[in-house]
């Protein structure tokens, strides 16, 4: 599923605190492809933009609840 043009992208902190989990965790999920993200800017050491879409979100939480 792609971003819709007017989708909100969030940074991890704010995934963060949406998922009440920790910063890393996004980022793993992120690096995992568990959560769909996109990098923006480039860094020697860490690339710092990431962007989450909202809609990645939501779609990240639907696929793993519990039945």
Known sequence: M???ETDVFLKAPEVA???KVHVTT???LARSGRLRAHHIGQGT???RGLRIP???VAE???ES???
């Open 17 to 19: 605190e949406k998922l």
């Open 60 to 62: 990240f939480l639907r």
């Open 2 to 4: 792609e971003a819709a």
């Open 54 to 56: 909202e809609s990645a």
């Open 65 to 67: 609840a519990v039945a």
């Open 26 to 28: 996004v980022y793993r």
């Open 45 to 47: 050491i860490r690339r």
